[in-house]
């Protein structure tokens, strides 16, 4: 079993609307909580950085980490067809020689439509 | 200011020879990380350097795959006698400092014939 899963959609919505993303994971260590967005032959550049559990907005997108349910989402609200993308959830331990590497979920394909 | 870069953007090879895949940080990153995406496994960690020395290689996946970085900077990734199952993007990121926002290049494209 991965430590972080997370559904590989593909995800297909019309343009507007409000689009939920999820990660869950096995590694209690887990404290910093990131999701990333990565466009065809791109490298991933990140959206939202949280650490423990809480919310964090940033315009369009939310971001929650329910450390207890061991649960992430990333809310996109009034979705556009430039939010057509790849979304990679990512998570990394506070310490330790590990201290910085990062754990990917294996992304969800988000597709928005006009 | 320049982002991340990384050379080849892609390379053919044939099994059994030897790659070598570059990475340039962004100026005044003291943190490097490699890391590659395939289909079947996702976004995986292989190393990562703080300067010039690698706290964490758990992830390099055979003793054919070796890294090193010089002067806190350029890096390579190299990998020996390479097999098909190596054919995937590497992708290498840095950081100001442990932690800090990592900062992706657009990776390397590997196709192993």
């Known amino acids: 079993q991965k430590e972080v899963e997370q559904d590989p959609g593909p995800l297909s919505v019309p343009e507007g609307a409000i689009v939920s993303l999820n990660c869950t994971y096995s590694?209690?260590?887990?404290?910093?909580f990131m999701w990333y967005r990565q466009y065809s032959r791109k490298g991933p550049e990140l959206l939202m950085y949280t650490y423990s559990s809480g919310n964090k907005e940033d315009g369009r997108f939310t971001a929650q980490v329910d450390k207890s349910s061991k649960y992430i989402s990333l809310f996109i609200r009034d979705s556009q067809p430039s939010d057509s993308a790849t979304y990679l959830c990512?998570?990394?331990?506070?310490?330790?020689?590990?201290?910085?590497?990062?754990?990917f979920g294996q992304g969800t394909i988000l597709t928005v439509h006009p | 200011g320049a982002g991340v870069s990384q050379s080849p953007s892609n390379k053919v090879t044939e099994k059994g020879k030897d790659v070598e895949l570059r990475c340039d940080p962004i100026?005044?990153?003291?943190?490097l990380y490699w890391y590659r995406q395939s289909l079947g496994q996702g976004l995986e960690f292989l190393i990562y350097?703080?300067?010039?020395?690698?706290?964490?290689k758990s992830g390099l996946p055979s003793d054919r795959f070796s890294a090193e970085r010089t002067g806190g900077s350029v890096s390579t990734l190299t990998i020996q006698r390479t097999q098909q199952e190596d054919s995937a993007v590497y992708l290498c990121?840095?950081?100001?400092?442990?932690?800090?926002?990592?900062?992706f290049g657009p990776g390397t494209r590997l196709t192993v014939t």
């Open positions: 100026s005044g990153h003291t943190a």
């Open positions: 350097f703080q300067g010039n020395s690698a706290p964490d």
């Open positions: 990121a840095s950081s100001f400092g442990v932690l800090e926002e990592q900062y």
């Open positions: 990512a998570m990394s331990v506070a310490g330790g020689t590990s201290y910085g590497k990062l754990t």
């Open positions: 590694n209690s260590a887990f404290q910093y």
